[in-house]
């Protein structure tokens, strides 16, 4: 009964942070929150709240839920990239694909769902670098992980001239290092065989006993008519054994 409360319990707080992605999602279709016709923001140069926000919310993606969020803005016709304030870019009648920089060293054959994701292509690296850092494994394991921090392609001004401070890049070392132990812990948990998970509640003890032998063991054998095999929940198979008169 234990062991039964402690698995609903771990699939409780499993679906618990599903539905704070959603949430997360939603949330992120809305951003940014302080674009306005007079605002000095961009994408280029994101509000700390804004990128502070989006950071937060990102951090537990999986690829696939980033990608969801990005089809969400597309709905509301916005730009892909969370901090960007502009529209995406809305291509007129002709095929599939379209032709990127004709004549340049960087020409590309791109899908015209594609490029319709974003307002420019500089919107769509700056979202393909928050992609890249995002983990595969699922949120709930990488829940207790308070280290895990999303960089930006376009960090805000004032984000990097904290970064130029002695007691940030420490700071930021010293986050690598937690990030790395935390992966070898798991690591290692993984090759003794260890639950990755340890949940709040307490352990289930199990004791192993050995069944009591009441007789002693006997080979099989047969039933006097050696005919048991033809048995079925009760019922005798019987054959016509007597020649068929002509």
Same mark, same amino acid.
């Given at each position: ?28 279709? &809305? ?99 928050? &992609? ?27 984000? &990097? ?76 198979? &019987? ?8």
């Amino acid at each position: 009964r234990e062991a039964a409360i402690q698995q609903a319990r771990i699939i409780q707080q499993q679906r618990a942070l599903e539905d704070e992605i959603q949430d997360s999602i939603i949330a992120l279709s &809305k951003l940014p929150l302080a674009a306005s016709p007079s605002s000095t923001y961009t994408s280029s140069n994101p509000s700390p709240s804004d990128a502070d926000a989006f950071r937060q919310h990102v951090r537990l993606f999986q690829p696939g839920d980033y990608e969801d969020m990005i089809e969400e803005r597309n709905t509301l016709n916005k730009c892909g990239y969370a901090l960007c304030p502009r529209p995406r870019v809305r291509l007129g009648h002709g095929g599939e694909y379209k032709l990127v920089n004709w004549g340049k060293g960087d020409f590309g054959i791109v899908p015209r769902k594609e490029l319709e994701r974003w307002c420019s292509r500089e919107c769509a690296r700056r979202a393909m670098y928050v &992609k890249v850092q995002l983990g595969e494994t699922a949120a709930w394991e990488r829940a207790g992980i308070a280290s895990i921090r999303i960089d930006l392609l376009d960090e805000p001004k004032q984000v &990097k001239e904290e970064e130029h401070d002695a007691t940030r890049r420490l700071e930021r070392e010293l986050e690598s290092v937690e990030r790395k132990a935390a992966q070898d812990a798991k690591d290692l948990a993984l090759e003794r065989g260890d639950s990755v998970d340890k949940p709040t509640t307490r352990k289930v003890k199990l004791t192993i006993r050995e069944k009591s032998v009441k007789m002693a063991a006997q080979e099989p054998s047969l039933d006097a008519d050696g005919e048991s095999h033809l048995v079925l929940d009760g019922y005798k198979t &019987k054959f016509n054994r007597e020649p068929e008169q002509k």
